[in-house]
């Protein structure tokens, strides 16, 4: 594997300044998701570690309990490398093991739906997990 799955709150004081500093690049001025709750006490927000980096990719949020309605957001430099699968095997298990029984609609909400096709077959992923269609 080469993402750890971290709270929010668990981020280091540098991981979360790589990370905000990322969220306010202009690559990512049209991102939407969780970049919009990231600087919120919002609960059930998560980091993406790269191990071999040490600095975060993305994140995701997921409220909603026992349903969760969960959205992620990878950061530009990061999209296209195959983690995508990995993100989302990760953000599952850390869900059941919150007690998420199901998930709900996962509306796609990417830039003029410019990776809404891969966020659907993740989202199809996701639900797959907990034995949803």
Do not use: C
């Not at 709750?37 to 026992?66: C, K, M, S």
């Not at 059941?96 to 199901?102: C, L, S, W």
């Amino acid at each position: 594997m080469r993402l750890i799955l971290v709270s929010k709150n668990d981020l280091t004081d540098e991981q979360r300044r790589h990370l905000e500093e990322r969220l306010r690049a202009p690559e990512h001025r049209h991102d939407y998701g969780p970049t919009q709750v990231w600087n919120t006490d919002e609960p059930f927000l998560y980091a993406f570690i790269h191990q071999e980096l040490g600095i975060p990719i993305a994140i995701a949020e997921a409220p909603g309990r026992p349903i969760a309605t969960p959205g992620w957001w990878v950061d530009s430099k990061f999209r296209g490398q195959g983690l995508g699968n990995e993100l989302i095997d990760l953000l599952a298990a850390r869900l059941k093991a919150e007690g998420v029984t199901g998930i709900g609609p996962t509306p796609m909400d990417t830039y003029l739906g410019e990776y809404d096709e891969q966020s659907t077959r993740l989202a199809r992923r996701l639900s797959a997990h907990f034995g949803q269609a």
